[in-house]
């Protein structure tokens, strides 16, 4: 669900502070320190029960409160509802007064965040790329989810017991059964998102080929029950056992890695484009309309990146909120943008047309 009003109640430089986003994508600028990531940090608090910045939810307390507060006003199919959170040495959350769990309000608020290292996805290692399936996995694939938690698990006891010589076979034999059903899980989401990520490509690299491959964590016709019996941690040629923790997205723009061809700022539009085909695959999938945070949007992006991407980004049936420090001009702003400046723990909506 989209979120109409956001109200922040002593949160770090913020005394008292109100967005009225109605739902619409917006674009909150502001100097240095004048308090955009909070309003991200505040909303991502909200929705998922820890901050981005801190494990730490009493630092977000105004220097010299006690407590601080955050709430978010959310239209349902049949009535508003208020989701609040209030912290006073613990997390007190509620929706429409009645406590609640964040798992409750995750579920009317599906959101992710994209922070300066958001490139990463592309230009990190297979890990990063495994972390976005796991986010698509996590919302839609709930069986295959289930056996990647379990899968860890035995791998983890498994290697322990493969270096200290005692039997792993249980453990073993779990991992065999859970691969498969990883695999097609994650098979079945790539093939899902593949048209949601070829249309934002389309838009962010006009022009250009780019193609995304699901690499299985073994090598093709290896037989991972013979290569994980065979598998012995001393063997520097084989550090990690194969499985489908190896496994990852192959990026290749006109055939060639992505990570060796773009440059940081196309690394990053790419990045961006993956999550938003990922958010678009899953408001399909969940009937509900994810919230796409991005913190700093505009870094690394010249101008005509930065209109490509605001362009694809005003799409529904998303709901994005992106901080910059440079506000693009009124007229290169997608016309369903709202505009807030801020300005040392003030927020002033700012006239979009
Ligand atoms: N507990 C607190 N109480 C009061 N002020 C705080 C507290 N914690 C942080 N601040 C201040 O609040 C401001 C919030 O910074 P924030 O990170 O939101 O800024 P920003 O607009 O995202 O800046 P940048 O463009 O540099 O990323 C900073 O000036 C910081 O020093
Ligand atoms: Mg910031």
Known sequence: ????????????????????????????????????????????????GRSFRTPHPGQLIRRGCQAFGVEATVPAETSTRAIRLVYDQKL?????????TFREVGEILPLTLMDAEIAQIVTG???QRRKLLDWLMFHVEPDGWGQWKQYRRALRQWQWAVRTGMDGAIWLERMLDGAPVIESARKRLIESCLPFWNEAFGSLFPGARV????????????????????WRPERAE??????PHRAEIGIMIEGVSARQVLSRGQAKLLAIGLMWGGA??????????PLLLIDDFSSELDSAAQNRLLHLLAREPLQVVVTTV??????????????????QGFIRASPSW
């Not at 109605?22 to 991502?44: M, Q, V």
């Not at 678009?280 to 309309?289: C, H, Q, V």
């Not at 440079?326 to 300005?343: G, L």
């Open 238 to 243: 084989r550090p990690l056992a194969p499985g």
């Open 92 to 100: 007190n959350l509620s929706i429409d007064r009645q406590m609640a």
């Open 211 to 230: 193609d995304l491959e699901y690499r299985p964590g073994s090598p093709p016709g290896m037989n991972l029950v013979e290569a994980l019996v065979g």
């Open 125 to 127: 290692g297979p890990e």
């Open 280 to 289: 678009l695959f899953l408001a399909e999938s969940l009937k509900n309309r």
């Open 1 to 48: 669900m989209p979120v109409a009003e956001l109200r922040l109640e002593r949160v770090r430089c913020f005394e008292w502070g109100e967005v009225d986003f109605d739902g619409a994508p917006a674009i909150l600028s502001g100097t240095n320190g004048s308090g955009k990531s909070t309003i991200l940090e505040a909303i991502y608090l909200l929705a998922r």
């Open 326 to 343: 440079h506000a693009p001009r009124k007229e290169e702003t997608p016309r369903q943008f709202r505009r807030f400046h801020v300005e």
